[in-house]
T-cell receptor, first 109, second 114 residues
């Protein structure tokens, strides 16, 4: 059974600081997705990582994928309050996309 | 091009009633996924459908829950004889092909069971 785990589950950080969210998954997959969810809202696609070693960046967020380690990271650079949200990683299995537990990020002024 | 449309946005039911959640995928999308999100938790896969076919329902409870995606019309997630534990946000997502680069999510239906 495909499992996806994220850590930390909760992250409170000061504005201007850097931090990394980790996403581990249990079986082979070469596609890894990152989504953002604001409270009470739907999910917004951030990144799709399609191969080993893939790196994508958008603003203060950078995602990478290591398929051999079955690990993806979402790195936050110089956090700002607007990044406060819950971040999910997801992996596609045979017929479905399995989501991680989510990391709730709170950026403090 | 309208996004994934879910309705109703909020649904209140009493225990024992039926809940029907609707999802209209994006135009041109024939693959629909339903997820359930409990408060403070992640998204749990429920079912994956293509037009007129259930492909994977491994996440659906065996009783009271059913889903369909007819040739015409929206996909329906039906919950019979609701219980308080069914209270959750139910999200629908669609894609044009399997294993697409991303899923397109609807705004969700918040089901509250009194």
């Amino acid at each position: 059974e495909l499992k996806v785990e994220q850590n930390p589950l909760f992250l409170s950080m000061q504005e201007g600081k850097n931090y990394t969210i980790y996403c581990n998954y249990s079986t082979t997959s070469d596609r890894l997705y990152w989504y953002r969810q604001d409270p009470g809202k739907s999910l917004e696609s951030l990144f799709v990582l399609l191969s080993n070693g893939a790196v994508k960046q958008e603003g203060r967020l950078m995602a990478s994928l290591d398929t051999k380690a079955r690990l993806s990271t979402l790195h936050i650079t110089a956090a700002v309050h607007d990044l406060s949200a819950t971040y999910f990683c997801a992996v596609s299995g045979t017929y479905k996309y399995i989501f991680g537990t989510g990391t709730r990020l709170k950026v403090l002024a | 091009n309208a996004g994934v449309m879910q309705n109703p946005r909020h649904l209140v039911r009493r225990r024992g009633q039926e809940a029907r959640l609707r999802c209209s995928p994006m135009k041109g999308h024939s693959h629909v996924y339903w997820y359930r999100q409990l408060p403070e938790e992640g998204l749990k896969f429920m079912v994956y459908l293509q037009k007129e076919n259930i492909i994977d329902e491994s996440g659906m409870p065996k009783e009271r829950f059913s889903a369909e995606f007819p040739k015409e019309g929206p996909s329906i997630l039906r919950i019979q004889q609701v219980v308080r534990g069914d209270s959750a946000a139910y999200f629908c997502a669609s894609s044009p092909v399997p294993h697409n680069e991303k899923l397109f999510f609807g705004s969700g239906t918040q089901l509250s069971v009194l």
